[in-house]
């Protein structure tokens, strides 16, 4: 069964911290994304990468970083954490190009700052 | 710029058919999505219909697409308990290296 794995289901950190996001896929897709998910809202992106060691800003970049050194890994960084970012993360995988059958998701992890 | 657009809650009973709606401003779409979120999840694919399909039939759901109106829904018979859950209406578009846009989802509420 192909899957998108987030490392965490639910995070409590402290403001200030920094805090790392895993998200690893088995499908071998070339795109990932982090969406950020707020009640009223929708999906919100945040970064998303087309390959290995390459990412593009999203909607809602600000206080938020990411690394991709590898193809099936994709990780979402909070350099200092704030209270703002109270939210449910979500990452996504897909292939590339045109043959876009949408997005795998992950379940989600949905983190606390306090 | 792109935008979907689609109402945030829906309540209907067992046993009866759900139509959850949904509008979209980019005339350049490839694909549509609709996407079931159930409580505590991530999102799931349900079903995908490409630009130059007008519906698209799966069991008990059914995909209408109006490129003229840019409307896009989905049916859902004999609505089941198990059936709630938050339904998100998505697109990809020609524009912005296939980008796909997410509506803010529906809620679908389904009384017993």
């Known amino acids: 069964d192909v899957k998108v794995t987030q490392s965490s289901r639910y995070l409590v950190k402290r403001t200030g911290e920094k805090v790392f996001l895993e998200c690893v896929q088995d499908?071998?897709?070339?795109?990932m994304f982090w969406y950020r998910q707020d009640p009223g809202l929708g999906l919100r992106l945040i970064y998303f990468?087309?390959?290995?060691?390459?990412?593009e800003k999203g909607d809602i970049p600000e206080g938020y970083s990411v690394s991709r050194e590898k193809k099936e890994r994709f990780s979402l960084i909070l350099e200092s954490a704030s209270t703002n970012q109270t939210s449910m993360y979500l990452c996504?995988?897909?292939?590339?190009?045109?043959?876009?059958?949408?997005?795998?998701f992950g379940s989600g992890t949905r983190l606390t700052v306090v | 710029g792109e935008d979907v657009e689609q109402s945030l809650f829906l309540s209907v009973r067992e046993g009866d058919s759900s139509v959850i709606n949904c509008t979209y401003t980019?005339?350049?779409?490839?694909?549509l999505y609709w996407y079931k979120q159930e409580p505590g999840a991530g999102l799931q694919l349900l079903t995908y219909?490409?630009?130059?399909?007008d519906m698209k039939q799966d069991q008990r759901l059914t995909v209408l697409l109006n490129k003229k109106d840019k409307h896009l829904s989905l049916r859902i018979a004999d609505t089941q308990t198990g059936d709630s859950a938050i339904y998100f209406c998505?697109?990809?578009?020609?524009?912005?290296?296939?980008?796909?846009?997410f509506g803010a989802g529906t809620r679908l509420f389904v009384k017993a």
């Open positions: 996504a995988s897909s292939t590339q190009g045109r043959s876009n059958y949408g997005y795998t």
């Open positions: 499908m071998d897709h070339e795109n």
């Open positions: 980019d005339s350049s779409s490839t694909y």
């Open positions: 219909i490409f630009s130059n399909m």
């Open positions: 990468s087309y390959d290995v060691k390459m990412k």
């Open positions: 998505a697109e990809t578009t020609d524009t912005g290296g296939f980008k796909t846009i």
